[in-house]
Nanobody, 123 residues
């Protein structure tokens, strides 16, 4: 049974930093592209960042480019999202997701999802 468990969310002031983690089990982690998505109240879930399974290439939404960094540790079956220079508009539930194959920004292309972790940025 595949499980993705996010942690590390919380409340932070604008301009601050936060790192969220996603621990995976039940799958061959190194064979999966990992992505982070977010959903704010009243909005659709949107792509944030992804890291490929083989090259480690990273991809970011324009809204977070230069502020967020995605990384993975295959030995720990964990993917991270380091978030710097946070803004109130980054407030959302952050989800990690896994898919076989190349990076994709569409959330319906991911096979497995975590339960999400709340990130709140105060102004």
């Amino acid at each position: 049974q595949v499980q993705l468990v996010e942690s590390g969310g919380g409340l932070v002031q604008a301009g601050g930093s936060l790192r969220v983690s996603c621990a995976a089990s039940g799958l061959t982690f190194s064979s999966y592209t990992m992505g982070w998505f977010r959903q704010a109240p009243g909005k659709e879930r949107e792509f944030v960042a992804a890291i490929s399974w083989n090259t480690g290439n990273t991809y970011y939404a324009d809204s977070v480019k230069g502020r967020f960094t995605i990384s993975r540790d295959n030995a720990k079956n964990t993917v991270y999202l380091q978030m710097d220079s946070l803004k109130p508009e980054d407030t959302a539930v952050y989800y990690c997701a896994a898919r076989r194959g190349w990076v994709n920004v569409a959330n319906d292309q991911y096979d497995y999802w975590g339960q999400g972790t709340q990130v709140t940025v105060s102004s």
